[in-house]
């Protein structure tokens, strides 16, 4: 089971965002992923492996993380940033979705 | 570029089956790709469903296995998700999505394209 704090952000553009995802059984760093989804749209792949930024995702992303708690962290926010962001394990099967973490605008 | 399309019903009757097509285009789905199914109830949170290779081996949600099924056509490039005795519990955009390259050298685990979704009621 993953979990994801806060439920919502309420940030000002420009502003730096730490989302946590904490799992209830340690996962390997590689099996660790984030997404961001935007009302109407599919959601999209940020970061894999934990670390690995997805082709065409810009370096304000970044995550970081070991065992069960995992970080996501946008060092500035850019306006088209602000979106629900999911993690999700691939440690065991179901790949389950954490919650998601709404970033509002403040 | 690759991409996908969802295709299928947009109403399905309680206890009847759903049935949805993702047509691939620009990738094949005789590559080493796994390829996945994502819902999404109405104001919730993303749920995984399951997944196929391009060997024919599946996985499936356990809350889901009984009702699933998810089969692979490469002939027609498509692979297809079928799901039984829907209840309104089953309303969702479906989304279907290809998974990163798992085997060697990248051993990566994401889904890194998508479809648009597609809305389902029941």
């Known amino acids: 089971v993953l979990t994801q704090s806060p439920g919502t952000l309420s940030l000002s553009p420009g502003d730096r965002a730490t989302l946590s995802c904490r799992a209830s059984?340690?996962?390997?760093?590689?099996?660790l992923a984030w997404y961001q989804q935007k009302p109407g749209q599919a959601p999209r792949l940020l970061i894999h492996?934990?670390?690995s930024r997805a082709s065409g995702i810009p370096d304000r992303f970044s995550g970081i993380g070991s065992g069960t708690d995992f970080t996501l962290t946008i060092s500035s926010l850019e306006p088209e940033d602000f979106a629900v962001y999911y993690c999700?394990?691939?440690?065991?099967?179901?790949?389950?979705f954490g919650p998601g973490t709404k970033v509002d605008i403040k | 570029q690759v991409l996908l399309q969802e295709s299928g019903p947009r109403l399905v009757k309680p206890s009847g089956t759903l049935s949805l097509i993702c047509s691939v285009s620009?990738?094949?789905?005789?590559?080493?790709?796994?390829w996945s199914w994502v819902r999404q109830a109405p104001g919730k949170g993303l749920e995984w469903i399951g997944e196929?290779?391009?060997?024919?081996?599946?996985n499936y949600n356990p809350s889901l296995k009984s009702r699933v099924s998810i089969s692979l056509d490469k002939s027609k490039n498509q692979f297809s998700m079928t799901l039984t005795s829907m209840t309104a519990a089953d309303a969702a955009v479906y989304f279907c999505?290809?998974?990163?390259?798992?085997?060697?050298?990248?051993?990566?685990?994401?889904?890194?394209?998508w479809g648009q979704g597609t809305t389902v009621a029941v």
């Open positions: 492996g934990t670390t």
């Open positions: 999700q394990q691939y440690g065991s099967s179901p790949f389950t």
């Open positions: 999505a290809r998974e990163l390259s798992r085997q060697w050298p990248y051993y990566e685990y994401g889904m890194d394209v």
């Open positions: 059984e340690s996962v390997g760093a590689r099996y």
């Open positions: 196929i290779s391009h060997t024919g081996t599946t």
């Open positions: 620009g990738g094949s789905t005789r590559s080493v790709n796994l």
